[in-house]
């Protein structure tokens, strides 16, 4: 073979290559629309008519944003006085003292599921975490307890509160005890996780000393992750407080709770002051965590406050479906 036919060869080679990955591209592309259509068919989308109700949902977005005018300056800051009066009215941030609501007011309940169930869902994340591990329940015994986190895991918080219901009747009580479950499988596993990178060195060092297992765990295992299962912890009692938000939306009370009335009420300028309220609640929670996090954690830094608001809407969906 000549070296003209290689080079043809090679030619038709690249140029078949090329038309494969065309067609596989366009395949592809085709297949994906195909799902996205029936997805949307799936969804009703085409039968919800969405034209039709656009006006509608044009004159909710004037009675969710009541400071905006028509006018220059466009501006009207007495429409900020009705976001206000219903914070207050319905005690939001500040429930007084002596009264029924919590002195942080409907916040506070938020604020209370989320922190109440970590903290009663930590002893038996950390307990299933260190049988969990490897290095401490020999294999397969540890995947006994790593299924058990697998299997809370597997079903969100807000399923997890409709099975509590029974139990606890429909408030915060319920949405509490469905926080506390969720904290056991998703701290359970952030636990288990970081004991299998832990050094070797002390371990040995303890089972040199005639230490027993307990000992040896404790002095040798624990000890090399104090800090971040600190910080795990104040991370998952951050996502907490967003899932305790979405609870409320299903009747766990709190700010969650007052934004599903107000929606059914259709009442949108007061849903905006309460989403204002989770706003505030939920990045003055996150600040707290990082900060402290960041602290702990040689080499992570804090995000800042517009980092933060630019990443609320994802969090909050992320939480939703935990």
Not at 287 to 300: P, V
């Amino acid at each position: 073979m000549s070296y003209s036919d290689r080079v043809r060869d090679r030619y038709e080679e690249i140029v078949l290559a090329r038309r494969v990955r065309a067609l596989v591209l366009t395949v592809g592309v085709v297949a994906l629309a195909g799902v996205f259509y029936y997805a949307l068919i799936s969804v009703g989308f085409f039968a919800a008519n969405i034209p039709e109700y656009l006006p509608n949902f044009l004159n909710a977005l004037r009675d969710f944003f009541p400071f905006l005018a028509p006018s220059f300056p466009f501006i009207d800051p007495s429409g900020f006085l009705d976001y206000w009066a219903f914070i207050q009215e319905r005690n939001l941030i500040w429930g007084g003292f002596g009264g029924d609501v919590p002195l942080l007011g409907e916040a506070g309940i938020t604020l209370a599921m989320g922190f109440a169930g970590t903290v009663m869902g930590f002893p038996l994340a950390l307990l299933f975490g260190i049988l969990g591990s490897g290095r401490v329940t020999p294999f397969p015994f540890n995947f006994i307890f790593r299924g058990i986190m697998s299997s809370i895991r597997a079903i969100p918080a807000l399923v997890w509160g409709l099975i509590y219901i029974p139990l606890g009747g429909i408030g915060p009580v319920t949405a509490t005890l469905a926080i506390a479950t969720d904290t056991i499988g998703n701290l359970g596993r952030l636990f288990t996780d970081e004991l299998e990178e832990i050094e070797d060195g002390p371990i040995e060092a303890m089972e040199t000393t005639g230490a027993n297992k307990p000992q040896t765990i404790t002095f040798g295992m624990l000890s090399q992750v104090t800090t971040p299962f600190i910080a795990w912890t104040l991370y998952i009692f951050e996502i907490n407080v967003r899932i305790a938000v979405s609870l409320g939306i299903i009747g766990g009370g709190g700010l969650g709770n007052v934004l599903s009335v107000q929606q059914g009420l259709f009442a949108f300028t007061n849903m905006m002051a309460t989403i204002l309220v989770i706003l505030v609640l939920i990045i003055s929670v996150e600040i707290f965590s990082q900060r402290i996090r960041s602290a702990l954690r040689e080499g992570d830094e804090a995000q800042g406050i517009v980092a933060l608001l630019l990443g609320f809407p994802q969090r909050m969906a992320e939480a939703a479906l935990k």
